[in-house]
C-alpha cells in the first residue's frame, strides 16, 4: 500500500513563507545592489532630471523615491509606464526602468524611447538576461537568492526600495544608503514580533468591507502596496489615500465597524485618528506606540532611518494579509476535508 501522499503548501502558505524568508533575501540583494551601483556610470550623479517608470509595485516604489528625490532638489517625477503623454528625454535625463521580469511591454517600450532621445537608462530587474537589461546603460539587480514562490510582490518590492535608496545623490541619499545594512535585521526583528499584534491587527481589518490604508504624502506608494497586498492575497477590497488628503476625500467611506491601516509619520495622524473614531471605526496604526490607537504596531526605527522604515514597514501589511488569507484557506482545507 503507498503512503499517504503530502499535501502541497496552499499559495498562502508559500505567500507567508516569502514573508518570512524576506531578511535574508533582503540582506542578499542589498549586497549585489551594492556591487552593481559601484559599475554605474560615473556621470549619473549629475542627472538632476529623472524619470522613474514602472507599473504595479514597481510604480509604487517608483513614486515615494521620486517623492524623496524631489525633496533633495531633484527633478524627479514617477510615471506609470502605460500612460498615453509620457514626458520627453534628452541629455541630462537619467531614465530609472523598473520591472522584475524585464520583459513588461510598457516598460520596454519607455526604455526604447528614452534611450533613443538620448536619456541615461538604468534598469532595475530581476531577469539580468532580459530584453530590459539588455538595453539598459546599467543595471541594478532585484534578486539574489529567492524566488517568490506565490507570485506576489513583496520581495521585489523592497529591492526596488532598497535599489533605488542606492540611485539617490547628496549627503542624506548617502547616510539612507549606509543604513541600508541595518534594514535585514530589523525587518527580521519586526517579523519575529508578529505575536505582539498580529492577531488584534487582522481580526480588526477583517470586517468585510473595504479597508483604508493610510500613509504620509512621503510613503504614498507604500500605502499603495499595503492596499495591493490586502487586494491580491486575500481578496479583500482596500483603498490607498495620503493620511491628509484622507480628511478631505475618503472619510466619506468610512463607516461604523470598518477598519484602517495608518502607517504612522504624518502631520494629519492626530487628526485622522481622531476622525476614524468620531465616525465610529477603528484603527490600526503601524510605526511608533500611539495610545489613540485600537492596535499599535510598533516598530523600533527612529524617524531619521527613513530607508529602514520603508524596508520594514510593508512588512505590517503583508502579514495581516497572509493571516486573513490563511484563516479563510484554512476553513476551505477542512470544509474541503
Partial sequence: MDGPRSRRPGRDELFLQDILDAPSELAAVIEAQRSAAARLPQDLAGCRRRRLIGMGSSGFAARDAAARWRHDGLDAVAEVASASAPSPGGAGTLAVVI???????EVLAAAARHRDQGSTVVALTAEPASPLAAGADAV????????????????????TVSGLVLLGVGRAAADAAAALSCAPAALAAFIDGRGAWLDAAATLLETGRE???L????????????????????RIAALPFDTGDWLHVGQYTLYPGDGVLLFAGSPADDEAIATVHRRGGRVVAVGRPRDDADVAVPMAVGPDDWAVGALVAPAAAELVAAEIWARASGWERRDAG
Wanted: glycine share 10%; with cysteine; hydrophobic share 45%.
Fill in 211 to 213: 479597508v483604508h490604508v
Fill in 99 to 105: 520591472s522584475a521580469s524585464g520583459r513588461t511591454p
Fill in 140 to 159: 541594478v539587480p532585484l534578486r539574489a537568492t529567492a524566488v517568490e514562490t506565490a507570485g506576489i510582490a513583496c520581495q521585489t518590492y523592497r529591492a
Fill in 215 to 234: 500613509a504620509d504624502g512621503l510613503g504614498s506608494g507604500l500605502a499603495e502596496q499595503a492596499a495591493l497586498m490586502l487586494r491580491e492575497a486575500p
